[in-house]
């Protein structure tokens, strides 16, 4: 398991920037949303805590995780946002609807990212059951929304740099 030992909550202050004038956009999926509106939860504190303005962070739903490239792409399509974390949540169940749904979501936020050249973050757990997703949402892994919320900033932050003086490295 890729979080075994491992708290998804902890982050390392120095190495995140200032995302004082960054706009963050986020699309929850409102199936299973007992486990996205924890994510959302983790994802908006740790973007507030790293200086991100609540009035510079836009919160829109979709209906399930396969709608999240769609709400992703609108989101870049339509507003100004500098990112986009995309919280979503498929637990596996008695048929291959799991793979499909999980497979969509990939591709499609991979494809956003690539399309719009605007980091979109993913935030979608792909569990075996309920109580993993409850583990990874706030439970004794920490909360994977806060996790994508630095990843999400971080990329800002590296495409600006890129865009300003084509170095690498982080803003302090």
Known sequence: MATAGRNLSEYNKEFIPNGA?????????EWN?????????????????????EESILVRFVPGAFELPLGAQYMCEFT????????????QGETKHFDFVCDGAT????????????PV??????????????????????NKGIECAI???????????????GKIGYSK
């Not at 004038?21 to 999926?29: A, C, H, L, N």
């Not at 949303?33 to 303005?53: F, P, Q, R, W």
């Not at 100004?80 to 637990?91: E, H, K, N, P, R």
């Not at 591709?107 to 605007?118: A, E, F, P, V, W």
């Open 21 to 29: 004038d960054f706009k963050v956009g986020i699309v929850v999926s």
């Open 33 to 53: 949303d007992s486990i996205t509106l924890n994510l959302l939860k983790g994802a908006k504190e740790a973007l507030l805590d790293n200086g991100v303005k």
């Open 80 to 91: 100004d946002v500098d990112g986009v974390v995309a919280i979503g949540v498929v637990i």
């Open 107 to 118: 591709q499609g936020i991979k494809d956003i990212n690539l399309k719009y050249n605007i």
């Open 121 to 142: 973050s993913f935030c979608v757990l792909t569990d075996n059951n309920m109580q993993q997703s409850i583990d990874r949402s706030g439970g004794k892994h920490g």
């Open 151 to 165: 990843a999400c900033m971080k990329m800002i932050d590296l495409k600006r740099q890129f865009k300003s003086t």
